[in-house]
Antibody, heavy 122, light 107 residues
Framework: EVQLVESGGGLVQPGGSLRLSCAAS????????MNWVRQAPGKGLEWVAY????????AYADSVKGRFTISRDNGENSLSLQMNSLRAEDTAIYYC???????????????WGRGTLVTVSS | DIQMTQSPSSLSASVGDRVTITCRAS??????LNWYQQKPGRAPQLLIY???TLQSGVPSRFSGSGSETDYTLTISTLQPDDFATYYC?????????FGQGTMVEIK
């Protein structure tokens, strides 16, 4: 089955660090752009970070820029999100999502993982 | 950043009803507009991309339309499986912002 599976979430104190992983299976991971999207408890969706298929192009939401680092290992079919200097407002379910494009270049997220919960609290 | 505003924030409807959800962008996004469905405790799922193209496997009772700044998601005949929260998202520019969501509840 084509799928994405996140791991690495948990409880961390403010100012702490956590590394999330996303394992891809049953598709050619190296051909796809990837994203992290988060959802705070009871709230909507917020795009967090993007990485191109090669890993050369990266982008972040202003809310995490300078604190989070997205990376990928195409040989291992995995995506990561290193989260440093965590704050209470980073508490959320973190989803990895595959990026796809139409022939006209219109992008969308066509495959999502089930998410991993990050709780930042003392 | 492009702001996405959905209306209503929530609605109550009955099985068999026609439901319409609106999404407005703060500037033209030229049909770079996607719709996702999210059920409680589940990940979002893609319904429609490029404003009107149905994702494979999505029932034909779902449809999307719109242009420039104004877009609509329509469920022609609401089914029990459709009670969920719906999000629009623009992919015209980074950051790829989402609307705040529209919760469709059972009347």
């Amino acid at each position: 089955e084509v799928q994405l599976v996140e791991s690495g979430g948990g409880l961390v104190q403010p100012g702490g660090s956590l590394r999330l992983s996303c394992a891809a299976s049953r598709f050619t991971f190296s051909s796809y752009e990837m994203n992290w999207v988060r959802q705070a408890p009871g709230k909507g969706l917020e795009w967090v970070a993007y990485i191109s298929s090669s890993g050369f192009t990266i982008a972040y939401a202003d809310s995490v820029k300078g604190r989070f680092t997205i990376s990928r290992d195409n040989g291992e079919n995995s995506l990561s999100l290193q989260m440093n200097s965590l704050r209470a407002e980073d508490t959320a379910i973190y989803y990895c999502a595959r990026g796809e494009y139409t022939s006209a270049g219109r992008g969308y997220f066509d495959l999502w993982g089930r998410g991993t919960l990050v709780t930042v609290s003392s | 950043d492009i702001q996405m505003t959905q209306s209503p924030s929530s609605l109550s409807a009955s099985v068999g009803d026609r439901v319409t959800i609106t999404c407005r962008a703060s500037r033209s996004i030229a049909t770079y507009l996607n719709w996702y469905q999210q059920k409680p405790g589940r990940a979002p799922q893609l319904l429609i991309y490029s404003a009107s193209t149905l994702q494979s496997g999505v029932p034909s009772r779902f449809s999307g339309s719109g242009s420039e700044t104004d877009y609509t998601l329509t469920i022609s005949t609401l089914q029990p499986d459709d009670f969920a929260t719906y999000y629009c998202q623009q992919s015209y520019s980074s950051p790829r912002t989402f609307g705040q969501g529209t919760m469709v509840e059972i009347k």
